[in-house]
């Protein structure tokens, strides 16, 4: 079993390789039968996962703040906030969500993003 900072760690390096672009870094935290899901989609294996990361670099996404992290055996939870230029088209500023990555052997089995219920965005 990893302990706490082995998983912590692996999340924050997934992080520190998105905020950095760097694609095969990100594609490198992922097994080959991974699957990404991503508020309704779902992106099965490491083809779909890297349109999806191309997908999140051309719109700017960003990483804001993450406010807390919570771990349950092999999954750590991030709670965080993100933005991106499209969002501020539409005067969202920015969007928290719920990040839970279930962790086994060091990489990423599986990944859900999604809003968090019941505070959705700030104007």
């Known amino acids: 079993m990893q302990s706490e900072e082995e998983l912590k760690?692996?999340?924050?390096?997934?992080?520190?390789?998105?905020?950095?672009?760097?694609?095969?870094?990100?594609?490198?935290?992922?097994?080959?039968?991974?699957?990404?899901?991503?508020?309704?989609?779902?992106?099965p294996g490491t083809k779909a996962i890297e349109q999806w990361h191309k997908d999140r670099f051309k719109g700017g996404m960003r990483l804001v703040?993450?406010?807390?992290?919570?771990?349950?055996d092999a999954t750590v939870i991030v709670y965080a906030v993100v933005t991106s230029?499209?969002?501020?088209?539409?005067?969202?500023?920015?969007?928290?969500?719920?990040?839970t990555f279930v962790i086994d052997q060091g990489k990423f089995k599986e990944v859900r993003m999604e809003l968090r219920k019941g505070y959705l965005f700030h104007i």
């Open 9 to 43: 760690r692996v999340v924050e390096e997934y992080y520190a390789a998105f905020e950095a672009r760097d694609l095969s870094r990100c594609l490198s935290f992922f097994h080959e039968d991974a699957e990404l899901t991503f508020a309704t989609g779902r992106f």
């Open 85 to 99: 230029p499209r969002l501020k088209i539409v005067r969202i500023e920015n969007l928290r969500g719920i990040g």
């Open 65 to 72: 703040e993450i406010e807390d992290i919570e771990y349950k």
